[in-house]
């Protein structure tokens, strides 16, 4: 479960701060304070780490330094021969899907960093990432996370009030990268590729988390792209964002204008998200 902030929390936490707590300090003490848990009942303090450290970054609050260098994961991916540019590819054959794994993730998160116009950021709470392949090679890759903690036009377009949100937010799952390698070049692949995720996610999903998620999302950023594809493989666009980023308490409006794209798993995603 995520948290929206307020100027009530971001008060909370610069007290925490002028307290002279240090990071972990800070982060396990805002979790508490506010109940910020998780299902089992342990607190989020991970999750509430990666978001004090972009409150950091984007300078709404000034935290202590680290007391230990950050963690290997939030540093940027390395750089190796696999991950360079290849010969142009035309035709793609018979795809086939692979799902990272501890070995081949960093080769994810390279390809990712590399040729993303976004670049490699971790991907937040439960999800899976896939090497789309003909044969032995890697066309492109696909990056699905946890779903937006709020979007108006999409929880509107469910019929979901906040509670209900809170509760089976879970059930959605956010394509949040999608990648294909600059030098392919094949007709209609994104269109094939997003069909054929739509197929098998649920089941992956389930085979990893033990439970399936019944609706996708993603957002596209509408001054560089259309959403072509996604309208192709019968995505349904439902609205803009407002170009506020998940922090923007004070409606600066900093961040890219998105079209917010959903796909149903199942025709009855509905009554499983309001139910």
Not at 121 to 137: D, E, I
Request: a positive charge.
């Amino acid at each position: 479960m995520g948290h929206e902030f307020t100027g009530v929390d971001m008060e909370l936490i610069r007290g925490l701060i002028a307290e002279g707590l240090n990071r972990s300090h800070v982060s396990r003490m805002f979790c508490e304070k506010t109940d910020w848990r998780k299902p089992d009942g342990a607190v989020k303090e991970m999750s509430c780490r990666v978001a004090l450290l972009r409150m950091h970054r984007d300078g709404y609050i000034t935290l202590p330094p680290p007391q230990r260098p950050a963690n290997n994961e939030l540093k940027k991916p390395g750089r190796t021969l696999y991950a360079l540019p290849r010969p142009e590819i035309i035709e793609a054959g018979v795809l086939s899907f692979e799902i990272a794994d501890k070995t081949t993730g960093p080769l994810w998160n390279e390809y990712i960093d590399r040729y993303h116009y976004l670049g490699y950021t971790p991907l937040p709470g439960a999800q899976l990432r896939y090497f789309v392949k003909s044969g032995n090679q890697i066309l492109a890759l696909l990056g699905f996370s946890a779903a937006a903690w709020k979007c108006a036009p999409r929880d509107g377009y469910i019929g979901w009030d906040s509670e209900t949100r809170k509760k089976n937010l879970h059930l959605i799952a956010n394509n949040a990268r999608f990648l294909i390698l600059p030098w392919v070049r094949s007709k209609n692949l994104a269109s094939r590729i997003l069909s054929t995720a739509a197929k098998r996610i649920a089941a992956d999903w389930y085979e990893r988390y033990r439970y399936r998620p019944v609706l996708l999302e993603t957002f596209v950023e509408k001054e560089r792209f259309t959403g072509t594809c996604y309208k192709a493989s019968n995505w349904l666009c439902v609205g803009d964002t407002q170009g506020r980023g998940k922090l923007d308490i004070r409606h600066e409006h900093k961040a890219p204008v998105k079209s917010i794209w959903l796909y149903p798993l199942q025709k009855d995603f509905k009554i499983w998200l309001k139910n």
